[in-house]
């Protein structure tokens, strides 16, 4: 199972089993780890991967669970 949560004021983590693609469809070599956590600042000099710049940048985002609206149907 893999559990992300998005942390107030900083980064998205990611536990468990998972993989991280570029845009290409190319995985990132986690080196084993388990954890990560990725940016969502915008100012990682190591991004898609969290640094701790958003503590420098003073990133404000707080994130409340909510339900989503249902997709939208697909065109025919």
């Given at each position: ?6 942390n107030?004021?900083g ?6 089993d998972?993989t ?5 469809g190319?995985a ?5 780890r ?11 000099e ?22 989503l ?5 697909k065109?025919?």
């Open positions: 199972m893999t559990k992300i949560t998005i107030n004021n980064s998205a983590r990611v536990e468990g998972f991280i693609l570029d845009a290409n190319n990132f070599d986690l080196s084993g388990t954890t990560i956590s990725l940016c969502r600042c915008g100012h990682s190591n991004k898609p991967f969290c640094d701790g710049t958003h503590r420098k940048v003073n990133f404000q985002s707080e994130v409340k669970a909510r339900t609206p249902p997709p939208a149907p065109p025919a």
